[in-house]
């Protein structure tokens, strides 16, 4: 059974090409386009592995990555961010005990996949 990533970004062209690039690579990838989906989504769909854009609206993504791992500390969460202004948010985070993996856009197919790889080292 491949394990099953969930693509979290609002502009839904990234997350739809992650999405493909991941399927072709043998995972079980499914998109969400906004944080309040995405946590819907982790219930149905039971991912190992969220990535998730930092900057969206209404719910970022280190809000819904901490409510995610709240509720299922054994799902991984890789934050992907173009913006350097999102570093304080990751850094917030941190400070209230959530340590997240993060890549910065823009994102290279190899490094995504090595990446998830050292997540879920049983698909290596």
């Known amino acids: 059974m491949a394990p099953r990533v969930l693509i979290v970004d609002d502009e839904r062209l990234i997350a739809d090409t992650l999405a493909r690039i991941l399927t072709m690579a043998g995972y ?5 386009y906004d944080g309040k989906t995405a946590l ?3 219930e149905t769909f039971h991912p190992a ?14 809000r819904a990555a901490i409510q995610i791992r709240a ?6 969460v ?3 961010s173009g913006q350097a202004a999102t570093l304080d ?20 197919p190899s490094e995504l996949l090595r990446r998830i790889r050292l997540l879920l080292p ?3």
């Open 28 to 32: 079980e990838a499914s998109t969400a």
């Open 40 to 42: 819907a989504q982790v």
């Open 49 to 62: 592995l969220v990535i998730s854009d930092v900057a969206m609206p209404e719910l970022d993504g280190i």
């Open 71 to 76: 509720a299922h500390p054994e799902c991984h």
């Open 78 to 80: 890789l934050l992907i």
């Open 89 to 108: 948010l990751i850094e917030l985070a941190r400070q209230q005990g959530y340590v997240f993996e993060v890549l910065l856009k823009p994102i290279q």
């Open 122 to 124: 049983s698909r290596a």
